[in-house]
């Protein structure tokens, strides 16, 4: 099982649509796909689950948040237990699909302090401790979900920051991907994130070094940018128009990082129709040239995600 946090620092990047149609073509295609919500402002959830129906079948007890709240000394339920196959989505999808959704909160934001509060401690060796268990509590709730075998690939969409919450994400990934629009705003915090995201491992790392928790070892972890994907591009004549494609030029040249040859074209009529139904663009067909390319587009993006991934 594979694990990938979605991740940008600013947002309106096209972060959830971008999750939302790569698990559902990852699907399509035959991969076991669960997709976890970890933004509070819940886009990818209402995506697939209708505000009614989280609103009465999920918000009490049935959410990402339910799972870190209960952590906290709790009889801790697991995260398999809040796996939901969205009826709508998977309607379209061959019967022997698998596209499965762990559900945001919208107090999730709450949660980043509470976390807080935990990662203090006596001592210094007390501190470490806190810091290795209260940042390896999404991975060791995924080692949960990974026992099972029902998955291949957790596509986890992480807020627009850097807080407790996504950085748990960052623990328990084997990748990170990067959707940004081709403008300066966009791509500007890229850096930032990556240092960001060096830092991070590089603490834990030291501290797993010194630090075992019920005389278990940690390993050391090294999750991959896999790379890079431009979205809401305008295409004039087949290519990107003038003012993005500097950006996406800059970026390439002026980056470590890989960068996907292929990209999301803007359409905000299909992308705005897409969550009323509950089934993302990359599922529908499209008599409309343009709403097709569209299509066209998000697939080979997928096709491009999953040779990364070595799949």
Not at 7 to 32: D, Q
Not at 40 to 58: G, M, R, V, Y
Not at 292 to 297: E, I, K, L, R, T
Request: glycine residues 6%; hydrophobic residues 40%.
């Amino acid at each position: 099982m594979k694990v990938v946090s979605v991740i940008n620092y600013k947002g309106g990047v096209g972060k959830t649509s971008l999750t939302a149609n790569l698990a559902a073509e990852l699907a399509f295609r035959g991969k076991r796909i669960l997709v976890m919500d970890l933004d509070a402002q819940a886009s990818l959830t209402f995506s697939f689950i209708k505000p009614d129906e989280w609103q009465n079948s999920f918000a009490s007890s049935k959410t990402i948040k339910t799972w870190f709240d209960e952590s906290d000394g709790g009889a801790q339920i697991s995260l398999k237990d809040l796996c939901h196959k969205p009826e709508r989505v998977n309607s379209a999808l061959p019967h022997d699909s698998t596209l499965d959704i762990i559900p945001s909160h919208l107090g999730l934001i709450n949660v980043d302090l509470e976390l807080a509060t935990r990662l203090g401690g006596a001592n210094l060796s007390q501190s470490k401790k806190n810091f290795i268990s209260v940042h390896r509590m999404l991975a060791d709730g995924l080692d949960d979900i990974r026992a099972t075998g029902l998955y291949d690939i957790v596509l986890i969409d992480c807020p627009p920051n850097f807080n407790i919450v996504t950085k748990t994400a960052i623990i328990a990934s084997d990748y990170i991907l990067v959707p940004t629009r081709p403008d300066e705003l966009s791509t500007l915090g890229i850096d930032y994130l990556m240092r960001s995201i060096g830092e991070l491992l590089k603490d834990y790392n030291d501290y797993v070094k010194v630090v075992s928790n019920d005389s278990k070892d940690f390993d050391e972890i090294s999750p991959i940018v896999v790379g890079v994907v431009f979205t809401m591009v305008q295409e004039y004549a087949g290519e990107p128009m003038s003012a993005q494609k500097t950006y996406i030029k800059k970026l390439q040249t002026e980056s470590d990082l890989a960068i996907f040859d292929s990209y999301i074209k803007r359409n905000d009529t299909v992308f705005a129709e897409s969550p009323v139904y509950g089934v993302p663009v990359v599922l529908n067909s499209y008599s409309n040239v343009s709403h097709q390319s569209v299509v066209d587009g998000l697939e080979a993006v997928a096709t491009e995600f999953l040779e990364k991934l070595g799949e």
